[in-house]
């Protein structure tokens, strides 16, 4: 009774020690060993799409950094290490693309104290609003609608949470080999609601100055 007392003791300890590091390993990094997004601590942050306006034709290196852990699980054109591609004044990428695409998922740090709380069938007017008040161009704004829009529809409200560039950088970081003048990153968190809820509203966003060599990043994180 003794050993067997004895051996019981160090399986558990041992089945303890392994939770404890599968846990710390998702806190810190938010990656799996076999990639399928299943950390508890983490978020996706769905579709950002990242548009370039460079003022002359150039060649362009763009990488992504998690500064407190993180990873891409998706991305067009092909991530790998960074986007090497070469980009329009127009914002044409590789003469294919209209934007650089891709989903990563991170620590859970989005704010949830101001927002707006919005009925299903406001949502087209709402973002059109929202989207220019920040400074997005009508195509921009399009591509967010046009995708957005058709896919919220589970509910009859949406708490939707703005994350502006200062939070979204603490979050992740985009390098560019050429410095824009002019960076405009914005992403809703949103949360479905059955009820109408009353939420403490942000204040109206600084004008933005499309001048120069522009970037514009939109995203979504669902909660």
């Not at 089945?15 to 996706?44: K, P, S, Y």
């Not at 991305?75 to 891709?102: C, R």
């Not at 195509?139 to 560039?165: G, H, K, M, V």
Request: with cysteine; charged share 20%.
């Amino acid at each position: 009774m003794k050993n067997y007392n004895s051996n019981f003791k160090t399986l558990a300890f041992g089945i303890l020690v392994l939770l404890m590091i599968q846990f710390q390993a998702c806190d810190d990094g938010c990656e799996d060993d076999d990639n399928n997004n299943t950390c508890d601590t983490c978020m996706v942050a769905y579709k950002p799409n990242i548009y370039l306006y460079p003022e002359e034709s150039t060649h362009l290196e763009v990488s992504i950094d998690f500064p407190i852990g993180g990873q891409i699980v998706a991305s067009i054109p092909t991530y790998g290490n960074f986007w090497s591609v070469n980009v329009e004044p127009s914002g044409l990428i590789n003469n294919a693309y209209d934007y650089l695409f891709y989903e990563s998922k991170q620590p859970n740090v989005w704010q949830t104290e101001r927002g707006w709380c919005i009925k299903k069938e406001n949502l087209q007017l709402f973002f059109n609003e929202d989207l220019k008040n920040y400074g997005f161009n009508d195509a921009e704004i399009a591509d967010f609608t046009e995708y957005w829009i058709p896919r919220l529809n589970e509910s009859q409200f949406y708490n939707i949470y703005p994350q502006e560039s200062t939070i979204i950088n603490n979050v992740i970081q985009l390098n560019i080999s050429q410095t824009p003048d002019n960076v405009l990153r914005l992403f809703y968190f949103i949360h479905k609601s059955n009820v109408e809820q009353e939420i403490n509203q942000p204040s109206f966003p600084q004008s933005f100055k499309r001048e120069g060599f522009v970037l514009a990043e939109w995203g979504v994180i669902l909660d």
